[in-house]
């Protein structure tokens, strides 16, 4: 199960109690928000991509839509998603609980500036019903992200 590979990453960082489950889903933006009684957009979604042959993770605020026209700027190509299939082989986590931690190799991850509004974000954990509270600074020291872009649209 890809949550006790998340905990099991997060242990070698000492911060495994940190994760939290939950008895309800958080699969969705709206969902996680609800069981972490926080603004939706301080959710960190993390959108599965194909570009140049490569899986790509983007971590975006909760509010936040792919802008094509800036992800083509910043990939060379169409802004493709994974199908559900796709992101379980490729990524390592399963649809509702996709998270840029303990992902399989190769696969690239991007941290979205619409993010950067926020003093912590709540990313999932590896399943449909778990979050971390993380400071930006966290985020990025344990996403190992490629870098940061900017590829989105109407947040606020």
């Not at 889903?25 to 194909?50: G, Y």
């Not at 993770?57 to 792919?66: C, E, M, Q, S």
């Not at 094509?68 to 390592?92: C, D, H, R, W």
């Not at 399943?127 to 930006?136: G, K």
Request: net charge negative; with cysteine; hydrophobic share 40%.
């Amino acid at each position: 199960m890809a949550i006790e590979k998340v905990k099991a990453y997060f242990r070698t960082h000492e911060i495994e109690e940190r994760v939290q489950e939950f008895d309800v889903s958080s699969a969705t933006v709206e969902l996680a928000a609800e069981a972490l009684h926080c603004k939706p957009q301080r959710i960190a979604k993390t959108l599965s991509f194909m570009a140049n042959g490569c899986g790509v993770l983007i971590v975006v605020a909760g509010d936040a839509k792919i802008d094509n026209p800036k992800y083509k700027a910043q990939f060379g190509t169409k802004a493709k998603m994974l199908s559900p299939e796709e992101v379980e082989t490729i990524v390592g986590h399963a649809v509702g609980g996709v998270c840029p931690f303990a992902v399989n190799d190769g696969v690239e991850v991007y941290l979205d500036v619409s993010l950067k509004r926020f003093d912590t974000v709540f990313p999932a954990c590896g399943s449909s019903n778990s979050a971390i509270e993380l400071t930006i600074p966290e985020l990025e020291k344990y996403s190992d992200y490629a870098g940061w872009i900017d590829v989105c649209k109407q947040y606020q």
